[in-house]
């Protein structure tokens, strides 16, 4: 029962933002960059549902860009991390040997480094822009799916319908694809989903740092900067996006606990 | 346990050389010459190449490296580009205010979250544990900076309780600084909580289903005493492992908090030297955290068989 319910409200929350991210490549109420000087810092109204801000730009639209800019970078990140992390977790787990021994070596090293420190290491590099945040969170969260796709390679790759696959004449590469690969589909999607919700995090907490997406462009975590000096005055500015980032993180939350359930039955009561 | 000790210790030593080379080389990845950045756009050509002789510079990269990491290894990270400061007294300094935010926080988080997934897990998909669980995973779901930017809100403009902006050092006024840190430390628990809740309460379940609780009921045991003694340290191990991990993370993402509260601590130094780009200062901070992250976890890691005297026998 419990588990129908995070998957139902999991589920309806992501949904939201997904929609809203979608809705806002094609509409926003206003644009969300227009600067209106003469409607600064308004109160949510009938005009303004989720009031403006210190330039008279629309709250809302601006949270819905947020949203898009959010969860395309998210994805972006994840699918980078989940490509970086499946190809060398296969040739580490399949090769083995010494080239699997310096590939884990390094991916060990990263994995002992936090995340966002590897990030803001990279961020110096690349600079603050949209596709610079998912190159610097994508090569921080690469080495864990290394680190699950070679284990999942390492334990199944000598079972029996494995070696069966070999026996009756199909090619190695064929044997990883058709039968290691589907094994690795189960925990890469669990790992996916709470990735989804780290890199939403880490993405507004970069931009929050001034170190993200840089402004005008409209991001959760830039607004959230940028309503500081107004916190007192216009409170509404701060709670928005706020609550925003803390719904999308509880649906991922929500929809992870009860993927892991249904996908991975040695964590079933974690 | 000796030979625990050593394998554990050599398990160290080719993460921090990787990370020395990841700092080293992320450097000189920056478009453009540091030495350029240094001394501004105006600088006169042979100041320039001066510069670089005595940087070494000049030298191939596996020369530079080494003569890098021989002065990293006695403590001499260069100075700061902004203020010509040694960069080692100032990230030491600043190291002390994000340093003790982020221990008191994970041992107040530590201190709730473990009976309280102690607590769950004894009262495993009944209401008490739906109650914690949820409670944990949105509390889990809400961002630092965000969090901290409504208790401020709070306590600090709407009750005018506690200050807003700024710091004390400890050494100067003990009430003082322990009134400017209340609010980042409660944000931190805050969030921890979440995270340590749900895996102390997972352990507490493992350990509640294996032979030697039903064993200790069967023999009439109170419920109390088998928790405390039975459960409690066999379900602590996992969580104790957690609480490393989340010390040097909170540490490298530290600041985010420290700049909704304004404080004066290592993160703040690492961001504002990005902007500034004062890359010596950058360079620092980075092998610093990740030097303090990789003794945190070292040390944690030491302790581990006091809680669990099983992985010293393997």
Avoid at chain 1, 36 to 62: I, Q
Wanted: glycine share 8%; proline share 6%.
């Amino acid at each position: 029962m419990k588990l129908r319910g995070n998957t139902l409200v999991g589920g309806t929350l992501i949904g939201i933002v997904l929609l809203t991210a979608l809705t806002a490549a094609v509409w926003t109420p206003y644009n969300p960059l227009q600067v209106n000087l003469r409607a600064r810092l308004k109160p949510p109204s009938d005009l303004y549902w989720l009031g403006t801000d210190e330039f008279g730009r629309d709250v809302l639209s601006r949270i819905m860009a947020g949203a898009g800019t959010s969860v395309l970078v998210a994805l972006l990140t994840v699918t980078f991390a989940v490509v970086v992390g499946v190809i060398l977790g296969v040739v580490a787990g399949y090769v083995r040997g010494w080239t699997d021994r310096i590939l884990m070596s390094v991916n060990d090293a990263l994995l002992a480094f936090p995340g966002i420190l590897l990030a803001l290491g990279v961020m110096v590099v690349v600079g603050a822009n949209k596709y610079g945040i998912v190159l610097a969170l994508g090569l921080a969260y690469a080495p864990s799916v290394v680190r699950v796709v070679r284990g999942t390679v390492l334990s199944v790759r000598e079972r029996e319908y494995v070696e069966a696959s070999r026996m009756i004449g199909n090619g190695e590469i064929y044997s990883m694809v058709r039968h290691v690969m589907p094994n690795c589909i189960a925990p890469i999607a669990v790992l996916s989903t709470s990735m989804f919700g780290w890199v939403l995090l880490s993405e507004s907490a970069l931009s929050f740092l001034g170190l993200g997406v840089p402004p005008p462009a409209p991001t959760w975590g830039n607004m959230l900067a940028a309503s500081r000096p107004y916190m007192e005055t216009a409170t509404w500015l701060g709670i928005a996006p706020g609550l925003c980032i803390a719904f999308t993180l509880l649906g991922i939350n929500l929809l992870g606990d009860s993927l892991r359930d249904r996908l991975d039955p040695r964590m079933a009561h974690a | 346990m000796l030979s625990y000790i050593l394998r554990r210790l050599a398990f160290t030593i080719p993460t921090l050389l990787l990370v020395a080379i990841a700092v080293f080389t992320l450097v000189r990845l920056i478009p453009g010459d540091p030495v350029q950045l240094m001394l501004g756009d105006a600088a006169d050509p042979a100041q320039v190449t001066e510069m670089r002789r005595a940087l070494g510079l000049e030298e191939p990269l596996p020369v530079q490296f080494a003569l890098w990491l021989s002065k990293v290894a006695v403590g001499d990270l260069g100075n700061s580009i902004s203020n010509g400061l040694p960069v080692l007294p100032l990230m030491i300094e600043r190291f002390q205010v994000s340093g003790v935010i982020v221990l008191l926080a994970v041992l107040c988080a530590a201190l709730i979250a473990v009976p309280a997934g102690l607590l769950a897990a004894w009262r495993q998909n009944q209401p008490l544990d739906l109650a914690i669980v949820t409670g944990a995973t949105m509390l889990l779901s809400i961002p630092t900076f965000w969090l901290g930017l409504l208790l401020l809100l709070l306590f600090g403009l709407k009750l005018g309780w506690l200050p807003v902006v700024g710091y004390v050092p400890f050494s100067e006024n003990f009430g003082q600084a322990l009134l400017y840190i209340v609010l980042p430390i409660v944000t931190l628990t805050m969030v921890e909580i979440g995270v340590m809740t749900r895996m102390s309460r997972a352990a507490a379940i493992d350990v509640l289903r294996l032979d030697y609780v039903t064993h200790a009921r069967a023999k009439g045991l109170p419920e109390r005493r088998v928790l405390m003694r039975h459960v409690l340290p066999n379900a602590f191990a996992p969580t104790w492992t957690l609480i490393g991990l989340i010390l040097g993370n909170l540490l490298g993402g530290i600041a985010v908090l420290e700049t909704v509260f304004t404080l004066p601590g290592l993160g703040r130094l690492l961001v504002d030297s990005i902007f500034a780009r004062d890359y010596p200062v950058v360079q620092g901070c980075l092998l610093f955290t990740a030097l303090i992250y990789v003794l945190v976890n070292l040390v944690v890691d030491l302790c581990y068989p006091l809680f669990d005297p099983r992985v010293q026998a393997e």
